[in-house]
């Protein structure tokens, strides 16, 4: 099974930037679609972006387009979440997320039910 870990979260300034790195411990990512997902508390749970295995395809949400990138360093095996212009609003828990097998992009999208396996969060708190 793949064995996620998200890194990167903190306390910035609104206007600030963070970059929120996602990784697996015993497979490599490169060969996953990846989503990047997020919950405040007393809210649901909201999809930020996602990027194909391939990396032909990226989604954002409105609410962090032109702000947020969704990104692969393969070198490194990680997908990046690099977030600019940090609002209030972004604050909550992100979790990292890839479906049950690698090579598939078929019905990716920002739905929760796409992904299988899921990190623990890391935690994004943005305030002044």
């Known amino acids: 099974q793949l064995q996620i870990v998200e890194s990167g979260g903190g306390l910035v300034q609104p206007g600030g930037s963070l970059r929120l790195s996602c990784a697996a411990s015993?497979?490599?990512?490169?060969?996953?679609?990846v989503g990047w997902f997020r919950q405040a508390p007393g809210k649901a749970r909201e999809g930020v972006a996602c990027i194909s295995s391939n990396n032909d395809y990226t989604k954002y949400a409105d609410s962090v387009k032109g702000r947020f990138t969704i990104a692969r360093d393969n070198a490194k095996k990680t997908v990046y979440l690099q977030m600019n212009n940090l609002e209030p609003e972004d604050t909550a828990v992100y979790f990292c997320?890839?479906?049950?097998?690698?090579?598939?992009?078929?019905?990716?999208?920002?739905?929760?039910?796409?992904?299988?396996?899921w990190g623990q969060g890391t935690q994004v708190t943005v305030a002044s």
């Open positions: 015993a497979f490599s990512l490169k060969d996953y679609a």
């Open positions: 997320a890839a479906p049950r097998l690698p090579f598939v992009n078929y019905g990716l999208g920002l739905q929760m039910n796409f992904y299988e396996f």
